[in-house]
Nanobody, 119 residues
Framework: QVQLVESGGGLVLPGGSLRLSCAAS????????MSWYRQGPGKERELVAT???????NYVDSVKGRFTISRDNAKNTVYLQMNSLKAEDTAVYYC?????????????WGQGTQVTVSL
């Protein structure tokens, strides 16, 4: 059974940091591109960061220089290090997997974890 289990969300102060983790199981993690999406209150879901099976990364402009996506294939885990957090980063963050061998025909979503940046 495929699972993407997220952890690390919570309440942080503006300017603070959080590291989100997504533990994957039930598929060949190393052959999948992994992404983090988020959906803030009253906003559409947006792609935040992606890391390919080969390790190349992409970020939405609003988080460049502040967020870092990484993966540990030995642990079947993808991370999102979030620094210098702003109130506008408040959202539910979702882990997403897409197969690269068949151009994304197989995709999986995590359950989401809440990140709240507030005083």
């Amino acid at each position: 059974q495929v699972q993407l289990v997220e952890s690390g969300g919570g309440l942080v102060l503006p300017g603070g940091s959080l590291r989100l983790s997504c533990a994957a199981s039930g598929f060949t993690f190393s052959s999948y591109a992994m992404s983090w999406y988020r959906q803030g209150p009253g906003k559409e879901r947006e792609l935040v960061a992606t890391i390919s099976a080969g390790g190349s990364t992409n970020y939405v402009d609003s988080v460049k220089g502040r967020f870092t996506i990484s993966r540990d294939n030995a642990k079947n885990t993808v991370y999102l290090q979030m620094n210098s957090l702003k109130a506008e980063d408040t959202a539910v963050y979702y882990c997403y997997a897409a197969s690269q061998t068949d151009w994304g025909r197989r995709t999986y979503w995590g359950q989401g974890t809440q990140v709240t940046v507030s005083l």
